[in-house]
């Protein structure tokens, strides 16, 4: 049984919010470290933009919890800032701007390690699996590689460019 189902609606609600402050957090720290990125707004100016992605992933995780739709809590946050960023919008505007001080390549570092956490947790689990799944692994990124490859000789021959 999935945990976070097991959990009553107030321990999954804070426990949520706890892991998003802390990506946020650890997103910030690292969006001010590395300025030679591009991104000039640093900690304080990236906040408002990181509030926004907190309160967006916080709904998020509530949508898929309590909407009968089997979509990840992802899918959810995905359509809520598609739907704030779309043209019409009327906070189209205060949407982008504060979120486009955020360096999303500074996101990867903390949902990493939180992903790889997560998975170290489990190896029990993935030892049942077995040898079946580093083969179904391997087999995928080969496939994914040569497959891009691939096209990429394809397209970049058609253009005349190789």
Sequence with gaps: MDTTQSMDTSEFSLQSLKMLLVVALLTLTANSIGPETGFQAGFIGSLPGMAII??????????????PVELPAFAYAMILAFLLALPFSPVQAAFLDAVGKVDFLATTT?????????????????????????????????????????????????????
């Design 110 to 162: 903390p949902i990493l390690a939180y992903a790889g956490l997560s998975i170290g947790l489990q190896t029990g689990k993935m030892k049942e699996v077995s040898w079946k799944l580093v083969l179904v692994a391997v087999v995928v990124f080969f496939g994914t590689f040569f497959g891009s490859a691939v096209i990429s000789q394809l397209v970049l021959s058609a253009q005349g460019i190789i």
């Design 54 to 67: 907190v309160v967006l992933g916080f709904t998020a995780l509530l949508m898929g919890r309590f909407i």
